[in-house]
Antibody, heavy 123, light 108 residues
Framework: QVQLQESGPGLVKPSETLSLTCTVS??????????WSWIRQPPGKGLEWIGY???????NYNPSLKSRVSISVDTSKNQFSLKLNSVTAADTAVYHC???????????????WGQGTLVTVSS | EIVLSQSPGTLSLSPGERATLSCRAS???????LAWYQQKPGQAPRLLIY???RRATGIPDRFSGGGSGTDFTLTISRLEPDDFALFYC?????????FGPGTKVEIK
């Protein structure tokens, strides 16, 4: 069974950098069948896709966040990470990591999710 | 940019009733890239339907998806107490993912 688990600080100061890591178990990030993605959900609001990384290291980001986001992968640790810089209160959200199926047939759905971690931006 | 809308915003039903949720797109979609998720408070979303009509692994057959073009539906044939939750549709298009605003299915 594939499991994803987010980790990182729950509190970040305004203007600083939010850093989270997603550890994958039961599956490998070093796979050409999946993308590895970050999605966030502000309290009481809907879901916003942040970006993804492929095992090769190629990335794609939401244009609304592209100037502030970076996603990286560490295949040796079976992890991928998110960095969001220059954060404001508007970046307060539950941050989920998720796996995207990108193989044959119907694709580009999030088939496994991490439980999510609340990151609050406050001084 | 594709925009997804969902209706109704809230659906108040009793266990045993049928729920029909709508997802409408601002332009015609590729069915292969349309998915539905269920989210309960404090939990991650769970994949229900992908490819517009295919049930994900372990999803009961009372959940079904349909539609094409700009109009898609998620149907729960007979609501069970565990089904009451928030439901989102999602689409992948032009290298980005978009979610609808969600429909809450609550107990009447």
């Amino acid at each position: 069974q594939v499991q994803l688990q987010e980790s990182g600080p729950g509190l970040v100061k305004p203007s600083e950098t939010l850093s989270l890591t997603c550890t994958v178990s039961g599956g490998s990030v070093n796979s050409n069948t999946y993308y590895w993605s970050w999605i966030r959900q502000p309290p009481g609001k809907g879901l916003e896709w942040i970006g993804y990384i492929y095992y090769s290291g190629s990335t794609n980001y939401n244009p609304s966040l592209k100037s502030r986001v970076s996603i990286s992968v560490d295949t040796s640790k079976n992890q991928f990470s998110l960095k969001l810089n220059s954060v404001t209160a508007a970046d307060t959200a539950v941050y989920h990591c998720a796996r995207v199926y990108a193989g044959d047939g119907p694709k580009y759905h999030f088939d496994y999710w991490g439980q999510g971690t609340l990151v609050t931006v406050s001084s | 940019e594709i925009v997804l809308s969902q209706s109704p915003g809230t659906l108040s039903l009793s266990p045993g009733e049928r729920a029909t949720l709508s997802c409408r797109a601002s332009q015609s979609l590729n069915n292969n890239y349309l998915a539905w998720y269920q989210q309960k408070p404090g939990q991650a979303p769970r994949l229900l339907i992908y490819g517009a009509s295919r049930r994900a692994t372990g999803i009961p057959d009372r959940f079904s998806g349909g539609g094409s073009g700009t109009d898609f539906t998620l149907t729960i044939s007979r609501l069970e107490p565990d089904d009451f939750a928030l439901f989102y549709c999602q689409y992948y298009g032009v290298t980005r993912w978009t979610f609808g605003p969600g429909t809450k299915v609550e107990i009447k």
